[in-house]
């Protein structure tokens, strides 16, 4: 008897000794994380606010392609929509960033409906062909549309003075990816994350259970379009200036491509990769040129492919080895982290 | 038979291209009533669940269900008045555990909004637990604690196929219908499943309407059957009257069965999961010695 | 208007020839391959760099370039597409992406990315027909086009190419003409690689051209004139191609030369695409739903 109490209290010591562990490992993990922000200046400060963005975007992808199970290879359209809506929000109506953002998410929003809408009525491959196509034309149609975007020169997104500091603008990105993080989060703890990975997996199966496959599609697709919008309206804010050629095609694609090496429904995994295909073209010349020997044929225009070329080599690495991607391989530390809690 | 009709199928017609797969096919079914279906491999019985799901669009005919026509009502809509049901593959989605699957199928019954929910509104985290309180419950009487929180996927073929029937129960249904529920079942886990529907006949008050083969199964629950052949109606009646029934003997021995199946000796055969289609009723005798017991 | 239309036709006749490429691996494998615009590109730069920076004759660049393009092929073959065939099409897809942006990385790694120009194989101004110009480049475009047509009418008819048509089917149909799948599966990627060089080729000296033109400009009408066909034929494909080419050219003369809309080639065909795949998702030649 005097044993058995005894064991029970060591477990329970040992538990809460493994909690306390837990959250301190986190917290300082994510002290870590904060260092570039408090000591890494403006430099790092820009970095971070890119890396957020490309976080966000990395999540709209998710909820497509991890939640809903669709595919979408125009997602540009949606974040350039975003981008320009914000930038004439504030540019042209002089309305405060508030305004802009919103905008950015309801123009992101809208359009993926309307592509959502018109692509429900095809599935799979054609759905990726329908979009792929959707987003050349967005492209070479919208994005040069003159009075919207103001042409070659671009649209000017002035950030207010409250958020004129490199720094300040970072918290604001951080803050909207925490936002984007805890919806994904709910929304995969609670009944639509459960209808989604019916509708994912087997359409009948989900409708016979009372699911309105469509409607869930759908609103996957308006989802998806409105963080995407949101995290265009930030990049607008971000560069101060918004082109048509910062939503090439290939941009694109390289998002798809990041979102499955980070993994499929895995949060962690889809920011790591997001982040760091973000920093890569901001840091790589860096690195490069500090290398001892130089590699004959690098420059400007090369350190433009190149992070398309890693995260292919990524992809094919992550497909052939690890299908669910950075998240499957992180999955042990992540599992012992949240041990106790549900998933 | 003063029963209230729940279900009501009038000249069902469904084609595929030029095969005529249900042909003018009408059928009732009683509250609290278990009702068999039953018929060759091919007569279109599982064709005509996917028509009264709304899975298939048939050409002809109207389905009335709980006194409301349903026939142009989208599967979720249909599945929303209070059919439910359980599938011959299988309506388990592998990549969720068992707990998951059970509290997928309460979605209509969460009692928040999927917008709520992605908010992370207060009332959403209440009724999450509620959900999954309930969930356990309905775990735990089919037997499920054991792998409630097992991936579906990883299980084997008789357990998945118990969590398709929680789940169906799950959706808090008026009448369940169920595709062959003892296929793949040992005769005494088939038997147990007898005891099992009428259980949830008598005390839950469900109505049942189900496509079986295993003949003492049907002997045993079913208060009605209906028999199939070509994707028309052969027969209907009591089941012993059924069994009795020169046409249906024809039906299955002659040329919609395959030569050689079952029938030879009083044993009956047990359909397989997936196997030949065998004669399910015994054609010989009132006295079927597969059966039970005396019940019918 | 009648030389858009002319130019239309010969634009179109490219499409339909990586449309033919797209809709073979389609029977085949039943994936999309959004690679098939690489194979053209991958042609055109080697033959570029034979022809232009080497100063080697024209019809070793044009041999050289589509050896190329074959080798694309086959590697895509083992590499991409034989390992991940067990893995969801969604998957695959995503891998062929993969390889077209690879390999546009590629060319911009090895070459720059500045735009170049080829030179046609024949100079001279040729002929004028509905009021263009129609280039000796465009007139070896239809013999090119002519004698693969029937070459490939023939070889659909061999115990080979039947076999490869009925792969999709039946892995077994195969077999039983003693041909391996993975025989075939290396054939048919041969051959998209093949075709995709040809039109790489072709549409090379129309213009000039950068890294990824073919991706760019050429895969989504290409798509659309497969899809047009109804994915799974091979004459309606090309059909389909100029189909494409004409509705793009027409676009471009009424609403961007009448009513100056941004894009309206692109705009045309993404019209088109989604005409057919709401109203006749089986093409306008294709047989089954």
Redo the contacts between chains.
Sequence with gaps: MATATMTFARVKVQRRFGLALRVTLVIALLAVAALPLVYGGDVWAQRISRAAIYAIIGLSINTLTGHAGQISLGHQAFVGIGAFAAAFTASRLGAPLGFGLAAGAVAGMATAAVVGMVALRVTGLYLALVTLAFGLTAETTIFNWREFTGGGAGAFAPRPDILSGDRAFALLCLGVLALVLYADWRLVSTKAGRALAAVRNDERIAATLGIDTTGYKLAAFSLSGLAAGLAGGLFAHWNQVVQAMDFEFQVALVWVLMTVVGGLRSRLGVVLASAFFALLPLTLPNFLSGLPWQPPFLNEAVYHVLPPFIVVVMLLLVLRFFPGGLGQLLRPATRWLTKGGRR | MSRRQLLKVEGLSLRFGGLQVLDDLSLTVREGRIVGLIGPNGAGKTSCFNCL???YRPQGGRVFFDGKDVSHL???RR??RG???T?QNL??????TVT?NV??????R?G?S?LA????LAG?WHR?RELRRDAAEIIEYFGLEDVADERAGELPYGVRKTCDMA?ALA?DPKMLMLDEPASGLSPEEALALGTTLRELRDRLRLTILMIEHHVPLVADVCDYVYVLNFGRLLTEGEPEAIQRHPEVIAAYLGGAAEPGAGSDGGTVPVAAADGPPDWPLVPEGPHSDGRPDGTA | MGAFIALGVFQGAVYGLLAVGIVLVYKAKRVFNFAQGEFGGVAAFTAFSLVVSLGLPYWVGVAGGLAAAVAMGLTVERVIVRPLESESRTIMLVALVGVALFTIAIIVLLGQPIPRVMPPLVQGTGLNLLGAGILPQQLILLAVLAVLAAAMAWFFKTDLGLAVLASSQDTRAAQVVGISPVAISRLVWGMAALLGGIAGLLYAPVGIFTPGFMTLTMLVPAFAAAVLGGMTSLPGAFVGGIAIGVVQNLGIYLLGQQLKVPGAAELGVFALLMLVLLIRPQGLLGKEA
């Design positions: 799901t709304g899975i989208p599967t979720h599945a929303r059919i439910a049901r599938w309506g388990v989605i592998d990549a969720l998951e509290m997928l199928a309460q979605h209509q969460a928040y999927a929910g992605m908010l992370g959403t999450e789940m959706t």
